[in-house]
Nanobody, 128 residues
């Protein structure tokens, strides 16, 4: 069992930045591939970014490439999502997730069902 707790959300003006954190506890964090998803009101939960536990490879949704950066600190059992140049349409609840299986293939990492554990989410609101 892995417990995930997100933090760092808030209200930010368009063009601003936020860094989300996801603290993990329970089983060995470093053995899990980690991802971030977001869910806007009335919409499905969408993939944002993922990072491999074995080689640190990172993957991003096209909509956030060049603006968001995912990273992890295995010593602190924490994964981060640095979000820059935020837009109002980035408003959503952001979720951290852990996956035992590979996220090397887009059809897996983009699918919420590929992840085994989820945090409770943190609200990010971008204002105009």
């Amino acid at each position: 069992q892995v417990q995930l707790v997100e933090s760092g959300g808030g209200l930010v003006q368009a063009g601003g930045s936020l860094r989300l954190s996801c603290a993990a506890s329970g089983r060995t964090f470093s053995n899990y591939n980690m991802g971030w998803f977001r869910q806007a009101p009335g919409k499905e939960r969408d993939f944002v970014a993922a990072i491999s536990w074995s080689d640190g490879n990172t993957f991003y949704a096209d909509s956030v490439k060049g603006r968001f950066t995912i990273s992890r600190d295995n010593a602190k059992n924490t994964v981060y999502l640095q979000m820059n140049t935020l837009k109002p349409e980035n408003t959503a609840i952001y979720y951290c997730a852990a996956a035992r299986g590979t996220l090397e293939y887009s059809e897996r990492r983009n699918n919420a069902a590929s992840y085994d554990y989820w945090g409770q989410g943190t609200q990010v609101t971008g204002s105009v």
